[in-house]
């Protein structure tokens, strides 16, 4: 006893914990609990509505039982007499069972006044036998039938104490096996669908060329040296340009990280030096100094560009940046501007753009296989 209850304890716990949380926290089982619960709905509401249906009926039946008066008072003579003869015949079973053993009629009961006494002819001998056998039979009739009351009542005591708990081993082998091909079901679909959303992120789609994108153009900053410079300044070199400002908390740190990274893979693999630039959204705070302090903690080569703020809106609206301050408390604020980073052909020309959601080890493949397929 003490086993069967330890095994149903551990069986709940494995159901609760494992299985019931796994398969709640599934979207399948959601829809799946969603629908049963709509189903039970509309059951109910439509036994709701077949009792009343039934209640309505009841109802009219009633009313027409009651409009017919002879109708019950046939009923209730007929009860009473089919209750006459049930005591009628029970009074001749008494009765021919005592001729059986004593010579002297008994009296009839009271229940029978209705019937005359000299009217009941004595019992033949041959029915007198036929009751005998009938008795007979009917005690026989009522010992077999507690004999086998009995004998079904040890084999389902026999039965219960075969089958044992309430769980078999089978069928907690099956639920085991089932909650644990539901959890690698759902966690390969989980995995297939991260990978597809990597791959339709990662993945360079080829389509019909129809001419470069209008992105690029003029500009007129300067650099964190306090020089001007254009973009005829980098004629002849490959460029990476990436806007941002130097007091975003987060996003502009790992990005230019990223750029740093994917310029050392870019001359370790081909060879090629692609120039970093990094032009500020935020020329109010970001001075030529800030800007030279903050592109030196990334790479040597990094080139930080800022200008008053028309030069610098010009060059945004030139590579289709959006930016805007947000959070404004005096001198303090954020700018929301796009992540984006640009790839630049010897002749300052668009070649290709890279979002966030590369890596480090992307965009540089990325760049390589964009370099490759460069046509001036």
């Known amino acids: 006893m003490a086993g069967g209850n330890f095994m149903h304890r551990v069986i709940s716990y494995v159901v609760n914990e494992v299985l019931v949380n796994s398969l709640a926290n599934s979207p399948a089982f959601q829809r ?12 109910s509401n439509k036994a709701a509505q077949k009792r009343q249906e039934l209640a309505e009926q009841v109802k009219e039946l009633s009313k027409n ?18 209750a006459q003869l049930r005591y009628f015949r029970r009074y001749l079973c008494s009765r ?3 001729q059986c053993s004593s010579t002297q009629p008994s009296p009839p009961p009271k229940f029978c006044n209705h019937f005359s ?19 007979y039979l009917c005690s026989t009739a009522a010992k077999s039938d507690s004999g086998e009351g009995q004998k079904s009542d040890q084999s389902s005591d026999a039965g219960k104490a075969v089958r044992g708990g309430p769980v078999s081993w089978l069928s907690f082998l099956l639920l085991i096996f089932t909650g644990a091909g539901l959890i690698f079901y759902y966690d390969n679909e989980k995995k297939r669908h991260i990978e597809e959303i990597n ?29 001007n410079v ?13 806007f941002g400002f130097t007091h975003c908390p987060d996003i502009c740190p790992d990005e230019l990280i990223k750029v740093a990274d994917a310029v050392d893979k870019i001359k370790a693999k081909i060879g090629v030096d692609i120039v ?23 790479h040597p080569n990094l080139i930080g560009l800022t200008g008053n703020p028309d030069e610098v809106r010009k060059a945004a609206r030139a590579y289709r940046v959006y930016y805007m301050k947000t959070e404004e408390e005096g001198s303090d604020y954020l700018v929301d501007h796009s992540i984006m980073m640009y790839l630049m052909g010897p002749k300052m020309d668009f070649v290709k753009n890279f979002g966030k959601n590369n ?15 460069y046509k001036p």
Do not use: C
Request: net charge neutral.
């Open 32 to 43: 799946f609990a969603v629908r049963t619960s709509r189903r039970m709905e509309d059951i």
């Open 65 to 82: 039982f009651e409009r017919r008066p002879t109708l019950r008072s046939s009923m209730a003579n007929f009860a009473s007499r089919s």
């Open 96 to 98: 021919a069972l005592n």
């Open 117 to 135: 006494s000299q009217s009941i002819m004595p019992l033949r001998p041959g029915i007198q036998t036929l009751m005998m056998h009938h008795r």
């Open 199 to 227: 791959a339709a992120s990662t993945a360079v789609k080829e389509g019909p060329s129809a001419g470069k994108a209008a992105i690029g153009g003029p500009f007129n900053l300067i650099n964190d040296e306090g020089k």
């Open 230 to 242: 254009t973009e005829k300044d980098f004629f002849g070199k490959w460029t990476l340009i990436y």
């Open 276 to 298: 970093p630039v990094f032009i500020s959204v935020d020329p109010e705070r970001d001075t030529v100094e800030q800007v030279h302090e903050y592109v030196k903690e990334f």
């Open 359 to 373: 890596d480090a080890d992307s965009l540089a493949n990325g760049m390589i296989e964009a370099m490759k397929k």
